[in-house]
C-alpha cells in the first residue's frame, strides 16, 4: 500500500492467505511468550526431608503468611527468634522487581527481599512464610496455587500479617497521628475466630499476595484471617512491628514465643535503615 | 476524595483546605522529636539525636543551630529545607544588625521564617518548607521568648512546646508538668529532658541539649552533664515511688 507521504506500507489482508514466511513470525512469537513465561514462572523449593514427604500432601494446621517487611521483621523478633525453627523451603521467582531467579537452587541470602518458608520442630504442623520480595499480579495465582497445592487443606487455617502504608487507608475522618500504626482485620467465611481489631471498612481493599490468600482461602473454605497494619513509615519501624502484637495471643496457644525480650532484635532492624536516610532530621 | 485538589499548591480544595500544606506537617512528623521551653532566666531546647552512620562526621548532623549571638532554633523535617530556611535567617539577623545596630528579636528573625514560608505557599511551582522550627532566645531587653513556626508560616509564642515524631506525647506531658515563671534554671533543664525521656528510647545518651542564659552565648551541653541531669531525675523518680 502506498502512502500520501510516498512510503510503501505492507498491509496484511485476511481475504488472502498466509504466507509460510508468516508462520515462522508466530512462531517466533509463541517462542518469546513461552520463554516469558518460562521466565515468570514461580519455583517452590523445599528442603530434602519435606521434599520426601510432600509425595502426599504437608501436614498444616497453621500456615502464617507475613506479607512486607515490617510483618516479617515482627514475625523474626517475636516468632523465629527462639532457636525452634528450621528453615525448609523457598519460593523464587522473577519479575521486573524481584530478580532473584538465577539462583533457583540456592536459598537467598539474609536480608535480600525473599520468600522464606520456616518449620517449628515441636509442632512441625506449624508453617511461617516471610515474603518480603514483590510478586506480580500474574504470578499472584501461581503462588497460591503452588504453596497451597502442597498443604493438606483439612484442618488448615491461615493468618496473614501485612503492611500497608496509611496514604492508601481512605477514610472521611481526618487520621491524627497518634493513630497510626493501627491494624484491620479481614476474614474468610469460614473463618470463626474472633478478630482482635476492627474489620477493615469499606471502600478500602487488599491488593497483593494478602487478597489473593484471602480469595483462595475464600474459595476453598478456609479459615483465614488477616491482620493489614496501615503505617506511616516505609522502612522497616520497631513501633509498627509491636502493633502486630495482638497476633501473638493466638499464635502462643500454639507455639513458644519471645514476648517482651525482643526489644532489642526489632531496634535492629530498625535501625539498619534509619541510618542510612538523612532526608529528615 | 481529596484526590483532584491536592496536587497544586495554589488550589484550595472545595472546603477550604490547602492539601499540600496539610502533607508538609505529615513530613515534619517523620523528624525525631524537638522540645523547647522557656525559663524566666534561661531557655532550653532538647532535641532526640538522630542515629548516625557509622562512616558519618556526627558533628554534621546537627538538629540545633544558632542563628545569632542571641537566637538559636531547632528543626524537625526534611534536612535540606531546614538548611536553607537557616541560612536565609542567618544573613537576616546580620542584615538587621547592620542596618539598624541591634540585634534582631526572637520575634523579628521568627516572622522574617514564618513570611518565608507562607509565599511557598502561595506560589506555583514550588511546595511548602517541609519543616517546622523551635526559635528561641533572648530580645536585648532581656526577655526570654520561644517560638514555633510550621510549614504554613503560622508562627507563635510559647512557654514550652514540642514538634517532630512524639510531638502530641511531649506536649501532653508539658502541659500537665510545666510552671509558670521557673526562677531555677536547674528545672527549666530538667523539664526539657523529662519530655524527652518520655518518647526517647535509650535515655540519655540519644539526648541533645542547647541552653542559653540572659547576656550569655548559647551553649550545648556535654554529654556528661546531660548524664548528670538523667541520673538526678531518675533519683527524684525512684524517690517519688
Redesign the interface.
Known amino acids: 500500500m502506498a502512502t500520501f507521504f510516498g512510503e510503501v506500507l505492507s498491509v496484511y489482508s485476511r481475504a488472502v492467505e498466509e504466507d509460510d514466511e508468516d508462520l515462522d513470525d508466530e512462531n517466533e512469537d509463541e517462542q518469546i511468550h513461552r520463554a516469558i513465561e518460562e521466565k515468570r514462572e514461580v519455583h517452590i523449593a523445599w528442603c530434602p526431608e519435606v521434599a520426601q514427604s510432600l509425595e502426599g500432601k504437608l501436614q498444616c494446621s497453621e500456615l502464617i503468611i507475613a506479607v512486607g517487611t515490617n510483618a516479617a521483621g515482627f514475625l523474626s523478633a517475636y516468632v523465629l527468634n527462639t532457636e525452634s525453627w528450621d528453615a525448609v523451603g523457598h519460593a523464587s521467582l522473577w519479575n521486573e522487581r524481584s530478580r532473584g531467579s538465577s539462583r533457583q537452587s540456592i536459598a537467598p541470602l539474609p536480608g535480600e527481599p525473599a520468600c522464606l518458608f520456616y518449620r517449628h520442630r515441636d509442632n512441625p504442623a506449624v508453617l511461617v512464610c516471610q515474603s518480603t520480595c514483590y510478586i506480580a499480579e500474574d504470578q499472584l495465582f501461581q503462588w497460591t496455587e503452588k504453596v497451597f497445592g502442597c498443604l493438606q487443606k483439612r484442618g488448615l487455617s491461615v493468618m496473614v500479617l501485612s503492611d500497608s502504608p496509611v496514604a492508601e487507608y481512605k477514610t472521611p475522618d481526618y487520621l491524627y497521628g497518634s493513630a497510626v500504626p493501627f491494624l484491620r482485620s479481614l476474614k474468610s467465611s469460614a473463618s470463626k475466630s474472633q478478630a482482635l481489631c476492627p474489620a477493615l471498612e469499606q471502600p478500602n481493599i487488599l491488593t497483593g499476595l494478602p487478597a489473593a490468600v484471602l480469595s483462595h482461602c475464600q474459595v476453598h473454605q478456609i479459615p483465614a484471617v488477616l491482620y493489614q497494619c496501615y503505617t506511616d513509615v516505609i522502612s522497616p519501624d520497631s513501633i509498627t512491628m509491636e502493633t502486630y502484637k495482638p497476633a501473638l495471643l493466638c499464635l502462643s496457644k500454639l507455639v513458644k514465643l519471645e514476648p517482651c525480650l525482643s526489644a532489642d532484635v526489632l531496634r535492629k532492624f530498625a535501625i539498619i535503615t534509619e541510618a542510612q536516610s538523612n532526608l529528615y532530621t | ?1 481529596a484526590m483532584s485538589y491536592d496536587r497544586a499548591i495554589t488550589v484550595f480544595s472545595p472546603d477550604g483546605h490547602l492539601f499540600q500544606v496539610d502533607y508538609a506537617q ?2 515534619v ?4 522529636t524537638a522540645v523547647g521551653v522557656r525559663g524566666k532566666n534561661v531557655v532550653v531546647l532538647g532535641v532526640e539525636k ?5 562512616l ?1 562526621e556526627d558533628r554534621t ?1 546537627r ?1 540545633i543551630c544558632s542563628l545569632d549571638d542571641n537566637v538559636f532554633m531547632a ?6 529545607d ?1 538548611r536553607i530556611i537557616v541560612n536565609r535567617a542567618r544573613v537576616e539577623c546580620q542584615s538587621h544588625r547592620l542596618t539598624v545596630e541591634d540585634p534582631a528579636t526572637v520575634e523579628y528573625i521568627t516572622r522574617y521564617i514564618s513570611s518565608i514560608k507562607q509565599r511557598y505557599t502561595q506560589s506555583n511551582g514550588r511546595r511548602p518548607f517541609g519543616i517546622s522550627s523551635l526559635i528561641v532566645g533572648f530580645d536585648f531587653d532581656g526577655t526570654p521568648h520561644l517560638y514555633q513556626t510550621d510549614p504554613s508560616g503560622t508562627y507563635h509564642a510559647w512557654k514550652a512546646n514540642a514538634i517532630g515524631r512524639s ?3 511531649v506536649r501532653e506531658f508539658l502541659e500537665k508538668n510545666y510552671k509558670e515563671d521557673m526562677e531555677s534554671d536547674t528545672d527549666t533543664i530538667k523539664l526539657a529532658i523529662r519530655a524527652l525521656l518520655e518518647v526517647v ?1 535509650s535515655g540519655g545518651k540519644n539526648i541533645e541539649l542547647a541552653i542559653m542564659k540572659r547576656d550569655e552565648s548559647m551553649k550545648m551541653l556535654a554529654q556528661e552533664e546531660i548524664e548528670e541531669y538523667v541520673t538526678a531525675i531518675e533519683t527524684e523518680k525512684q524517690k517519688k515511688t
Open positions: 476524595m505529615e513530613a512528623k517523620k523528624g525525631s538522630k542515629i548516625v552512620a557509622k558519618q548532623v538538629k528543626f524537625a523535617g526534611l534536612t535540606a531546614a510531638a502530641k506525647t528510647q
